[in-house]
């Protein structure tokens, strides 16, 4: 079982360039989410999803988007990429949003914007 | 003010110690709270959830104090391999948009 994979582990782009980071959970769980993390600032929620078909806003959702056509994969799209968006992201996981639900994070994909 | 606050350390102990630190949030609607531990450029994982009685798993003792709005983190019998930067986790309610990380506490046991 590999639980969450990301894909790809690191890449450098050019700005201006539009990027999708992929996530994708074997776990069927109900919730996913996309979180970046930069130094000093912990972790920051961008987007989420309650369940196939939604998704929401999290903290630092401009420049953004996502989607979630089924279950298991939740795909993140940087349309028009800019440098302040170069940090590194993670995917995460849960079976709901209720309380005490343990999130399942993916290994990051760390993300440079030149 | 920050939602969660954590003290950024880094905390340097000896193998052995006894080692704690608390972690603030402002919400006082906040309904769970957890604490993850991050590797050096892995991800996040769970360590243990904090109930409202405190709960304790081997080394490691979590508390809540809904009274002064903090959670704290005990860890006895300190190893090396605890080294690693501890996250506190905030859920103000059932949602997703509502977890909020805190930037972390790093630790460091030497030998």
């Known amino acids: 079982i590999a639980g969450i994979t990301q894909a790809p582990t690191s890449q450098i782009l050019a700005a201006g360039r539009r990027m999708t980071l992929r996530c994708t959970q074997d776990?069927?769980?109900?919730?996913m989410y996309w979180y970046r993390q930069d130094l000093g600032l912990g972790l920051r929620l961008i987007h989420y999803?309650?369940?196939?078909?939604?998704?929401g806003k999290g903290e630092v959702p401009d420049g953004y988007s996502v989607s979630r056509a089924n279950t298991d994969d939740f795909p993140l799209t940087l349309a028009s990429a800019v440098p302040s968006q170069t940090s590194v992201y993670f995917c995460a996981s849960s079976e709901g949003t209720s309380d005490y639900n343990e999130q399942f994070f993916g290994p990051g994909t760390r993300l440079t914007v030149l | 003010r920050k939602e969660v606050e954590q003290d950024p350390g880094p905390f340097n102990v000896p193998e052995g110690a006894t080692v704690a630190f608390n972690c603030t949030y402002s919400?006082?609607?906040?309904?769970?709270f957890f604490w993850y531990r991050q590797d050096c450029r892995k991800e996040p994982k769970l360590l243990m959830s904090v109930y409202s009685s405190g709960n304790e798993d081997g080394r490691f003792t979590a508390q809540l104090n809904r009274a002064s709005q903090y959670i704290s983190l005990l860890i006895r019998d300190s190893k090396l391999s605890d080294s690693a930067t501890y996250l506190c986790?905030?859920?103000?309610?059932?949602?997703?948009?509502?977890?909020?990380f805190g930037s972390g506490t790093r630790l460091s046991i030497r030998p």
């Open positions: 986790v905030v859920n103000t309610q059932s949602s997703a948009s509502k977890i909020i």
């Open positions: 776990m069927r769980h109900n919730a």
């Open positions: 919400n006082s609607a906040s309904q769970s």
């Open positions: 999803s309650n369940t196939a078909g939604t998704t």
